[in-house]
């Protein structure tokens, strides 16, 4: 008989459940009988999700880190306690770092950085008192591979899988598991809602972009992060998960830890068509 997540985790709360890597995890954890809250910042948005019965839509404004946890605390209390957690919920900025007004690269980092780390911190509480649970927290294969013009996002996601690491090793020992999973570019419309700040257009930045571009365009569709999570939510161990196209997410890795760090600047500048 194959395992099913709601016979491990019944209850998940999923951020930005909305589009993209988001819904495909709600709607992967459904389909494995877990009843899911998901967040987005207007509910409207997750009407079709609503038709599960099992699916309960939260609206969850992550600008507001004390509101965000207090909605968190809620939604919390409604399910008897989450087995299950991901942190998913993000957003892109494409600018110049120096360029760019300092405000706009701050108010990412809060947002996608110390905000998530809140609700990591509020969820962690409740986990270990029960000592049952699984926290993720989606970070970026932009943890190792820096997406240009894009600094706040790979710092944020550099963060998240520092914060992750930590927690592995704070929660051995223990029912808790932490999973940080690390998906490459996929076919969403993340680089559709990317924003992108006034200012002057450098030739470099337009390559970049139109690189950018086509690999999300190209890249594997959502449903196949959402199986790699499963699989490693049913190994019932703390880790890394690497997803997306081979290259990103196995043979990049690879590369990298075999060649010098030069070596992979080299190739990252070639990949986005950089000088």
Known sequence: MNARLADIYPTAFVTGASTGLGRAFAEMLLADGVRVWGTTRDTARLTELAKDKNFTPV??????????????????????????IINNAGYGVFGDFAATDFAVWQEQLGVMLLNTARLSHAA??????????ALVNISSLAAEFPLPFQSAYNMAKAGLTALNESLMIETAGTGVIV????????????????????????PAMARAWAAFGKMMETGPEPTHAAAALRRALLRRRSGTVRCGRFFQ???????????????????????????
């Open 249 to 275: 997410a196995v043979l990049a890795p690879l590369l990298a830890r075999l060649g010098s760090l030069p070596v992979r600047r080299r190739v990252q500048a070639r990949y986005f068509d950089l000088p």
């Open 179 to 202: 999973l940080d999973v690390r998906p490459g570019d996929y076919r969403t419309d993340f680089e559709g809602s990317v924003r992108r700040p006034p200012g002057a257009a450098t």
């Open 124 to 133: 962690l509480r409740g986990m270990r008192a029960r000592n049952h649970g």
């Open 59 to 84: 609206a969850l404004e992550l600008r507001d880190g004390a509101a965000a946890e207090k909605g968190f605390l809620a939604a919390d209390a409604a399910a008897g306690g989450f087995a299950l």
